[in-house]
């Protein structure tokens, strides 16, 4: 059997595109207190109680632990502050998820 080297590009990108979703990041808004937070997957938002977001992503979800994760602040108030945004991270690293990105929109 001979695959052409355009044969292989091409079934390398249709295997790769069936798997694109599960490649986009996993969005988790923090409200103000961080009691509450949402999670976002496949445009449909969750609220979640953001003491048990890593279980939920884990064993709900069931979120690969190598999918990146994306944490931000719910808008951007006066009454946010970093140890909320880093409390929630660090619940979701203790699940065992590798890639939690923090992003500090707005915050000082």
């Known amino acids: 059997m001979r695959l052409s080297i355009f044969g292989l590009i091409a079934s390398t990108s249709t295997f790769l595109g069936c ?3 599960n490649q986009v ?4 808004a923090v409200y103000p207190g961080a009691q509450n937070c949402t999670v976002k997957l496949d445009d449909v938002e969750q609220p979640v109680a ?5 279980k939920h992503l884990l064993e709900q979800l069931k ?4 999918r990146q994760i994306d944490v931000s602040m719910f808008r951007m108030e006066k009454s946010h502050n970093e140890k909320d945004i880093d409390a ?6 203790a699940a065992g998820y ?4 923090v992003w ?5």
């Open 104 to 108: 500090r929109f707005g915050l000082e």
């Open 88 to 93: 929630v991270a660090e619940v979701i690293r």
């Open 19 to 21: 798997n694109a979703a």
């Open 50 to 54: 953001c003491a048990a977001m890593g």
């Open 25 to 28: 990041p996993v969005t988790v």
């Open 98 to 101: 590798k890639d939690v990105k």
């Open 63 to 66: 979120i690969p632990v190598e």
